[in-house]
C-alpha cells in the first residue's frame, strides 16, 4: 500500500508538473484520474480534513459548473459544495497530493512536497 494518493488530471499543466515531479524525487504514489474515478462525499471530507481548509476552496470558480449552479452563493453550506463537486469533479482544485497526515494543492507544484515525510 502506497502512502501517497495525487489527485490528477492529466490534461492539466500543474498537474503533469506535479506528477513529473513527485516521479523524479522518486515519491511511491497512486495517481488516481479523479474525472474518471470521482471522489465520494467521504473521500472529500477527509481531504479536507488534510488539507485543513473549507470546501470552498477546493472550487474551481473558472469551471461553467461554478456559475451553472450557483456556487459563488455564499450561503451554501460545505455539504452543499462538498455534493456538488461530487457530482461534478471537473470543480476539484488539482493536482491534489494526500499523505498520511496532510494533503497539498499542488499549485504550484513544488507546494506538494511541504508534505512528503
Same mark, same amino acid.
Given at each position: 500500500?502506497?502512502?501517497?494518493? %495525487? %489527485?490528477?488530471?492529466?490534461?492539466?499543466?500543474?498537474?503533469?508538473?506535479?506528477?513529473?515531479? $513527485?516521479?523524479?524525487?522518486?515519491?511511491?504514489?497512486?495517481? @488516481?484520474?479523479? $474525472?474518471?474515478?470521482?471522489?465520494? !462525499?467521504? =473521500?472529500?471530507?477527509?481531504? %479536507?480534513?488534510?488539507?485543513?481548509?473549507?470546501?470552498?476552496?477546493?472550487?474551481?470558480?473558472? =469551471? =461553467?459548473?461554478?456559475?451553472?449552479?450557483?456556487?459563488?452563493?455564499?450561503?451554501?453550506? =460545505?455539504?452543499?459544495?462538498?455534493?456538488? !463537486?461530487?457530482?461534478?469533479? @471537473?470543480?476539484?482544485?488539482?493536482?491534489?497530493? !494526500?499523505?498520511?497526515?496532510?494533503?497539498?494543492?499542488? @499549485?504550484?507544484?513544488?507546494?506538494?512536497?511541504? !508534505?512528503?515525510?
Amino acid at each position: 500500500m502506497t502512502a501517497y494518493t %495525487l %489527485l490528477h488530471n492529466p490534461r492539466c499543466s500543474k498537474s503533469r508538473e506535479t506528477l513529473q515531479l $513527485l516521479t523524479n524525487k522518486g515519491v511511491d504514489m497512486e495517481v @488516481r484520474e479523479y $474525472l474518471k474515478h470521482p471522489l465520494s !462525499i467521504e =473521500e472529500l471530507k477527509t481531504v %479536507l480534513s488534510k488539507l485543513d481548509t473549507s470546501a470552498r476552496n477546493l472550487l474551481r470558480t473558472g =469551471e =461553467e459548473e461554478y456559475s451553472s449552479l450557483g456556487l459563488a452563493n455564499n450561503a451554501l453550506t =460545505e455539504e452543499a459544495i462538498l455534493k456538488a !463537486i461530487a457530482d461534478h469533479p @471537473r470543480l476539484l482544485q488539482r493536482p491534489i497530493l !494526500i499523505g498520511p497526515q496532510k494533503a497539498a494543492v499542488g @499549485r504550484p507544484p513544488e507546494q506538494v512536497l511541504e !508534505i512528503l515525510s
